[in-house]
């Protein structure tokens, strides 16, 4: 699979814009706050259905307009093929894959798989739990329909319960109705954490190799999936007693409080919790090798190969590990924003840079 371009209209501040992509590294380039990182987002928002940047996709409405419409053609298959989503204010975003009109913007996950790797992506380290269960769910959600499915129910019913909650503190539902949410949260909730802990022993394994090469062997990563119950019963069993135990508790904070919405997926550094005790140059690390280890996982369980999109990370990285990454993009493809054109040097395959200023590409001739 290989995206080939992009098409903006009125999406940041593109007003109509083409961009063509390399099959192995694009490097857009050009000052701050000219609009690479808006095309990352775009590239992003086809491949997830979500902003990396914003919740609010009215943000992305280049300002004074009322709609935005982005397509990607990609090749898959020896087929071109092509994705758009199509967003007007104050409706839902609307998605087509081949010109097919799509219930669901979850419909394009595992499309075209990306991995993000950008300066906050050292939030995956240091970052809430919250934000570890997120990078989790989207790696799960691209390579699995039942994880999505799940995901998606489960959330579903943790609002509904929540609702119920508040209505039983009020006194005006009883209690025992709780017990059919508690059963199906508890139900749905197992599969996901099952899921989630088969990921964390892959990554971990994934994370252990390429962190010894980061740092010559000096370092061992461990991965820890954490819930609030007993890790050897059975899952479901012990978050259904969970629930049951502490139905008062949950109905005075009026909100669930045990499940995979609160579990905590630790990244350890030589036994020590990264969060807390690495180094930034560790922690960077840990976020290099934590998204080459996704990228893996996504090729191997959906047999495509992820797009690599790295915003202004070249800069942070020192010589060693900018080296390293290099190898890992190898032959795959890859989006690299930077400021500036010449830190990039790839010693495999071929570049073709797009330069951009002021939401506009521009050939180097007119410069
Ligand atoms: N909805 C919008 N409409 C028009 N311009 C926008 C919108 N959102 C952001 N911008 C502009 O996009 C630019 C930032 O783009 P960005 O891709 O983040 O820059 P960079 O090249 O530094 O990565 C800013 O000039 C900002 O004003
Ligand atoms: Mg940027």
């Known amino acids: ?19 063509v992509f390399s099959d192995n590294v694009s490097l857009i380039y050009g000052e701050n706050a000219q609009g690479k990182t808006n095309i990352i987002e775009a590239l992003y928002l086809l491949s997830t259905g979500k902003s990396h940047r914003t919740g609010n996709t009215n943000e992305l409405i280049r300002y004074g307009e009322s ?12 087929y071109l093929q092509n994705i758009e989503i199509k967003y007007e204010k104050g409706n839902r975003k609307r998605l087509l894959i081949n010109e ?25 380290i240091k970052g809430s739990p919250r934000e570890r269960r997120k990078i989790i769910d989207i790696v799960l959600c691209q390579v699995s329909r039942k994880y999505l499915y799940n995901l998606q129910k489960y959330n579903k019913i943790v609002r509904n319960k929540n609702v119920l909650l508040k209505e039983i503190k009020k006194k005006r539902h009883q209690t025992q109705q709780l017990d059919v949410w508690n059963e199906s949260q508890a139900m749905t909730g197992a599969v996901i954490i099952e899921e989630r802990k088969l990921l964390i022993q892959s990554l971990e394994k994934r994370m252990k190799r390429l ?16 819930s609030f119950f007993d890790e050897d019963k059975n899952i479901f069993n012990s978050l259904l007693d969970m629930m049951n135990e502490n139905k008062n508790r949950e109905i005075e904070n009026e909100i669930s409080l045990f499940g995979p919405h609160r579990d905590e997926i630790e990244i350890l550094l030589n036994n020590r919790n990264s969060r807390l005790y690495c180094s930034q140059g560790q922690q960077r690390s840990l976020a290099l090798a934590l998204n080459i280890a996704i990228m893996e996982e996504i090729k191997d369980r959906s047999g495509k190969v992820p797009v690599l999109l790295l915003d202004d990370v ?9 080296n390293y990454l290099y190898e890992i993009i190898g032959d795959k493809q890859a989006v690299i924003t930077s400021t500036d054109k010449t830190q990039f040097r790839m010693t495999v395959g071929g570049i073709s840079y797009i330069r951009i200023k002021n939401g506009t590409v521009i050939s180097d001739s007119n410069v």
Not at 1 to 19: A, D
Not at 100 to 115: F, T
Not at 314 to 322: G, N, Q, T, V
């Open 1 to 19: 699979m290989k995206i080939k371009k992009i098409h903006l209209i009125n999406f940041r501040n593109y007003v109509n814009q083409e961009i």
């Open 67 to 78: 709609f935005f419409d982005i397509r990607l053609e990609y090749e898959d298959n020896n």
């Open 100 to 124: 097919v009109k799509k219930d669901r913007i979850s419909d394009l996950l595992g499309v075209v798989p990306s991995v993000l790797f950008s300066p906050e992506s050292l939030s995956c």
């Open 211 to 226: 962190m010894h090469g980061i740092s010559e062997g000096r370092e061992d990563v461990t991965l820890r999936y954490k």
């Open 314 to 322: 070249m800069s942070e990285l020192d010589e060693k590990r900018r």
